[in-house]
C-alpha cells in the first residue's frame, strides 16, 4: 500500500521525470585539448581490434624483442612510405 502524504493523497512518483535544480554557478570545465603534450611524451591510443590479431602483434613484437609501441611505429612509418 502507498504511503500517504500529509494531505491524504499518495507522493507522486519521480520515475521518468526530469528533476529541475535551482540555477548556480556551471562546472568548471579545463580547456586543456589545444595544448601539445611535451616532446616525447606517450599518450593513450585506444582502439579494439580482433584476438587473434592482438595475439599475433604481440607474438610478432616479442619475437622481434620489439615493445607494441615501437612494432606499431615502425609498421605505421612502413605503411605511410607503401601508400
Known sequence: MAKLTGK?????SS?????????????????????????????????KIEPELVRDFKVFA?????KLVELFRKSFEN???TH
Open 62 to 66: 616479442a619475437m622481434h624483442d620489439m
Open 8 to 12: 491524504g493523497t499518495p507522493p507522486k
Open 79 to 81: 605503411y605511410k612510405k
Open 15 to 47: 520515475k521518468g521525470k526530469a528533476i529541475i535544480k535551482k540555477k548556480g554557478t556551471p562546472p568548471i570545465t579545463h580547456n586543456n585539448n589545444l595544448e601539445k603534450p611535451a616532446s616525447g611524451e606517450l599518450v593513450p591510443l585506444n582502439f
